[in-house]
């Protein structure tokens, strides 16, 4: 985990923030909508989410799913969730985040 950490910061502090959204509010996801600063975030987050072995880690570490929305959109998801991540990575919820009126991304 601090392999992670250490190596990509600005994608630690998003799963990080989502992680303690969910803890806190208790809603079965938290999904990021904030447009990363820059392109090294940007890339932080595609690693991130890219690497089946780091996904996996910050899963188990956070106890929750992961998912990842075309560009910046990340979501957590409890693990009863289903019905939520479904409806996250399904093919309508895709389509709608490419149009720039709904999600800058």
């Given at each position: 985990?601090?392999?992670?950490?250490?190596?990509l910061?600005?994608?630690?502090?998003?799963?990080?923030?989502?992680?303690?959204?969910?803890?806190?509010?208790?809603?079965?996801?938290?999904?990021?909508?904030?447009?990363?600063?820059?392109?090294?975030?940007?890339?932080?987050?595609?690693?991130?989410?890219?690497?089946?072995?780091?996904?996996?880690?910050?899963?188990?570490?956070?106890?929750?799913?992961?998912?990842?929305?075309n560009?910046?959109?990340?979501?957590?998801?409890?693990?009863?969730?289903?019905?939520?991540?479904?409806?996250?990575?399904?093919?309508?919820?895709?389509?709608l985040?490419q149009?720039?009126?709904?999600?800058?991304?």
């Amino acid at each position: 985990m601090d392999c992670i950490r250490e190596s990509l910061p600005y994608a630690w502090s998003v799963i990080e923030r989502l992680a303690k959204e969910l803890d806190t509010t208790g809603v079965p996801s938290a999904q990021n909508l904030e447009v990363p600063p820059d392109d090294a975030s940007w890339g932080e987050l595609f690693r991130l989410v890219g690497s089946d072995a780091m996904r996996r880690a910050v899963q188990r570490r956070f106890g929750v799913r992961m998912a990842f929305q075309n560009c910046c959109r990340v979501g957590l998801f409890r693990l009863d969730a289903t019905k939520e991540d479904e409806e996250f990575i399904s093919p309508r919820a895709r389509l709608l985040n490419q149009d720039p009126s709904l999600v800058n991304c």
